[in-house]
């Protein structure tokens, strides 16, 4: 067991930089428990609720569609840190987007529990000694595609976990017959790292029935397990209820800080951490490069990039380009030494070793069903790629590529030998990068139909986000992602047939796939995300006045026919927060948001109100439906009016256009509008409200008959706060009439 035990902490315990920018070898030795800054997750709790959908039909259509009902789930987070979430449940799903730190969680893990240090970075909750077993699933992604394709029962995970463990050389000692009798007789933690990198769905499918039949067992009620998965990785397969699902939480702006503090300590010096509260206040500057910091390895970079070249790269692709350019460079300072193991590559710039590459992280990642090739395959790739840049040709390429894979492979860090004669890159981030610029270079129309082919697998997402990312840096290749926007936008339209017709004249035996496949799309607006936040990361050459009109259309027409629909709240939603975000024309942006203020669902409303008042347009349009607002029937739609109202009026300079909520409406000149707006307020329910109304009708100065009456009338109102208010009030505005006098 302490053979294990430690066997697991000289695995584990490791900072992880292969593959990033950094130049001192130093960090290399940096223990994971030194520098790990513990992540919060939130826990989801689903609930069910009914709603009823009439789908969309044409108008023209002499026969209405019944109405459908539809069953949806609701979904709620609650953030915990890990060691509550662990104390709450056995069985756990941990997604996160890429370098969110599920990787760096686990290992943590591994290595507390081995160094049974569990107390002390958990909590008195966890006095229990426990064996962790730590297995990244890409390593398995072979073994079970064959076993998923060959084995048609559900296969034993018990076994197929103690042989692998056995047959670890990292683990040399530690025999598979040891690993079983432990899962059956000692509490374990079983940490299975990565289900996304085991690209084929039925593979994924087969192996999650695998977990679930293996923590069925009776026999391993002591196990506790937790498995990790970008969350594209988890759709479309299932794992039983026993399982509660989880999400890595973004680092805040406050994580973002104590990280780049603690990075700053632990991997340079004290002295340095001027430099490190220089780096907070630079990235808190910049909008993008905050929401690039909220990932932990991308913030990693960021500290790294900065501490080397004083940059701060504000989009991804600029990250993982300095990051691959760094990593390159790096041979540039020996070139006596590459000379010696690699002619040709000690003369050629960082540019062209990235172009060398580019190839080879495509082919690895068509390969669906694995993250590795044979070292043969990729030498004969390399030797392609020189002969494609005039570089070399027949056996002298051939010689030169292997020279090229062992110079890379121990000295860059992007490529990596796994030991058993295959090559991987060491970071799947970055074989997507790379493989997203082999896509973007393609000559046009090909590198569509690259994107076009996987366009909606998981595995290609990112890549595809890259490769528009990519397209969109500059000018000379802001055409061609505008051109891959445009034609990703649109390829799936409004089914032509609905769900019931086909039941009923027997249609959908002939094209049932196009129908379902269009419905999937209407409904969850894949091509628009995907091209929303495409065009979030691109630079302004490419956000072209075509493009922003088409994303435009496509909101403003999808808010319009939704609005009214409670089965698309969600949608349209997402809609109004993307409005709000791609930097789109704002005349377009403001109609949408007027339209949501009289959508029927009131987190619709609420929404509208609120980002109007972020848009700073102060309109007489939006200034009149913001004072209408103030009238909704609901609480949290009528203070976003009024906060929205009294942002707008800070910004404008114009008296009308300066409107300000009911809190500040009084600071106006008399206006008509302004003055009916707050007399109606007088009479509603709120008191708050009620009371604001006086106060500010006071301020208005305007001493009409209907202003007098209104707040006579308010005088006689049971609440106290609002009698004195509107004594207040009368008294402001110094008309003194005998009714007023009297009623004093």
């Known amino acids: 067991m302490d053979k294990y035990r430690q066997k697991v ?122 064996v962790p077993i730590f297995l990244e699933l890409r390593r398995f992604s072979e073994r079970f595609h064959d076993l998923a394709k060959n084995h048609p029962a559900t296969f034993d995970l018990a076994e197929e976990i103690s042989t692998f463990v056995g047959d670890d050389s990292r683990f040399d000692g530690v025999h598979s017959d040891w690993m079983r009798q432990t899962l059956a007789q000692q509490p374990c933690l079983l940490l299975l790292d990565g289900l996304d990198e085991i690209a084929d769905q039925m593979t994924r499918q087969r192996l999650l029935e695998a977990v679930e039949a293996f923590v069925q067992i009776p026999t391993y009620a002591k196990v506790s397990c937790l498995l990790t998965t970008r969350p594209h990785g988890f759709q479309n397969v299932s794992l039983g209820a026993k399982f509660q699902k989880t999400e890595v939480q973004a680092f ?76 390159l460079d790096t041979w540039e300072r020996n070139k006596t030494e590459i000379a010696a193991q690699s002619p040709l590559i000690a003369g050629v710039d960082w540019q062209t070793k990235l172009e060398l590459l580019m190839p080879i992280a495509y082919r690895f990642h068509e390969q669906e069903q694995k993250l590795a090739l044979p070292e043969g395959e990729v030498v004969k790739l390399l030797a392609a790629a020189l002969d494609e840049l005039n570089l070399m040709q027949g056996s002298e390429a051939e010689q030169e590529a292997r020279r090229f894979i062992a110079a ?79 034609t990703i936008l649109p390829v799936y339209k409004k089914p032509n047939l609905l769900l019931l017709p086909y039941k009923r004249f027997n249609l959908g035996k002939f094209f049932p796939r196009l129908q379902w496949q269009r419905r999937i799309a209407w409904h969850t607006m894949r091509e628009f995300e995907l091209v929303a936040q495409g065009y979030a990361d691109c630079t302004a050459p490419a956000k072209t006045k075509r493009l922003s009109q088409n994303l435009s259309e496509f909101m403003f027409k999808r808010v319009l026919k939704w609005q009214y629909n409670p089965f698309y709240s969600e949608q349209t939603n997402f809609l109004i927060t993307t409005a ?11 109609a949408i948001f007027l339209q949501g203020l009289s959508a029927k669902d009131r987190w619709m409303r609420h929404a509208a109100a609120y980002k109007l008042g972020q ?52 600071q ?72 007023v006098i009297d009623a004093l």
Not at 301 to 316: G, K
Not at 714 to 734: N, P, V, W, Y
């Open 9 to 130: 902490i000289e695995t584990y315990n490791k900072l992880i930089l292969t593959a990033l920018p950094e130049r001192d070898p130093r960090l290399h030795e940096i223990k994971l428990d030194k520098i790990f800054v513990k992540l919060r997750i939130a826990v989801e709790n689903s609930f069910r609720a009914t709603r009823y959908l009439e789908p969309d039909f044409d108008k023209n259509d002499l026969k209405k569609v019944k109405v459908l009902r539809q069953r949806e789930e609701k979904v709620e987070t609650k953030p915990m840190t890990t060691a509550e979430a662990l104390q709450k449940h056995r069985y756990l799903i941990i997604t996160g987007s890429p370098g969110s730190g599920k990787t760096t969680l686990l290992r943590w893990l591994a290595v507390t529990f081995a160094d049974q240090r569990q107390s002390e970075n958990l909590g008195e909750a966890f006095t229990e000694e426990t």
């Open 252 to 327: 805040t702006p406050d994580d973002i800080a104590a990280f780049i503090r603690h990075w700053y300590a632990t991997a340079y010096a004290e002295e340095y951490q001027a430099e490190a509260s220089e780096l907070i206040t630079a990235i808190k500057a910049q909008e993008r490069v905050t929401e690039l910091a909220t990932n932990p390895l991308l913030c990693t970079i960021i500290a790294i990039i900065y501490r080397n070249n004083r940059v701060l790269p504000n989009r991804r692709v600029e990250l993982y380009l300095e990051c691959c350019k760094t990593l």
């Open 408 to 486: 890379i492979r121990d000295r860059s860090g992007i490529l990596q030998g796994r030991g058993d004669g295959t090559l991987e890159f060491s970071h799947r981030t970055f074989q997507e990068y790379l493989a997203a610029r082999y896509i973007a270079k393609q000559a046009d129309p090909v590198y569509i139909d690259f994107v076009m082919k996987h366009l909606h697998e998981a595995w290609w997402r990112e890549v595809h986000l890259l490769v528009i990312g990519h397209l969109g840096s500059g000018s000379d290749t802001a055409e061609k992602a505008e051109k891959l926007m445009l």
């Open 580 to 590: 709000a975000k791609q930097n789109l024309p704002r005349d377009t942006v403001v």
């Open 668 to 739: 106006l000149g008399p206006n008509h509008k302004v003055i009916d707006a707050l007399l109606k307020a007088l009479l509603d329910k709120d008191e708050e409200l009620q009371c604001t109304a006086a106060e500010s009708l006071g301020k208005l100065g305007q001493a009409s008959e209907k202003v007098i009456d209104a707040l006579l009338k308010a005088l006689l109102d049971k609440d106290e706060e609002l009698q004195c208010t509107a004594a207040e009030s009368l008294g402001k505005l110094g008309q003194a009439s005998e009714k």
């Open 615 to 666: 848009l700073d347009q102060a309109s007489e349009k939006v200034i009149d439906a913001l004072l209408k607002a103030l009238l909704d029937k609901d609480e949290a739609v009528r203070h976003s009016a009024a906060k929205s109202l009294d942002q707008l009026d800070q910004a404008s300079k114009d008296e009308f256009m300066r409107c300000a909520a009911a809190k500040s409406l009084g």
